[in-house]
């Protein structure tokens, strides 16, 4: 497994939160699935030259999310998507940020089917590369 992240100092961004979604992304679109062992905290935050404690803070949200599962003494793997817990709080900040990027869109000048049509194109992209790796497992 091969984990791409991409740090970028300069953003805005802290950089716990850059591998957050990074990592959280890469679940989302089945690059990593379910049992699938992240680096380790150290190896990880040599390969990126930051500090341990960032990607130790990194993997606790990813853990507190559910989205992982701390074994002592083994590693921090990707959790089985059947046993996430699914968080109102979570759900009601999605339904925020995608009503600010509607907004935007709108104010851009796009038309409701312009924002529908991005937003299926990108969703495209998560559920096809997801549904082509089950399909890889299958086999």
């Known amino acids: 497994m091969v984990l791409w992240i991409q740090i970028s100092p300069g953003s805005g961004e802290p950089i716990y ?11 989302a679109r089945g690059e990593l699935t379910s049992g699938d062992k992240l680096p380790a905290v ?5 390969e990126l030259v930051i500090n341990p404690n960032t990607v130790a803070r ?14 002592t003494g083994s590693g921090t793997f990707v959790s089985d998507p059947k046993l996430r817990k699914s968080d109102a709080a979570d759900i009601n900040m999605l339904t925020e940020r995608m009503d600010t ?8 000048g796009l038309e409701a089917r312009d924002l529908v049509g991005l937003f299926e194109g990108r969703l495209g992209k998560f559920v096809k590369k997801s549904k082509e790796q089950r399909e890889d497992s299958d086999e």
């Open 42 to 46: 150290r190896k990880l935050a040599a």
């Open 58 to 71: 990194a993997y606790s949200r990813l853990e507190q999310a559910g989205l992982v599962t701390t074994k």
């Open 17 to 27: 939160v850059q591998v957050v979604e990074q990592i959280g992304e890469a679940i």
């Open 101 to 108: 990027l509607i907004a935007r869109g709108l104010n851009l």
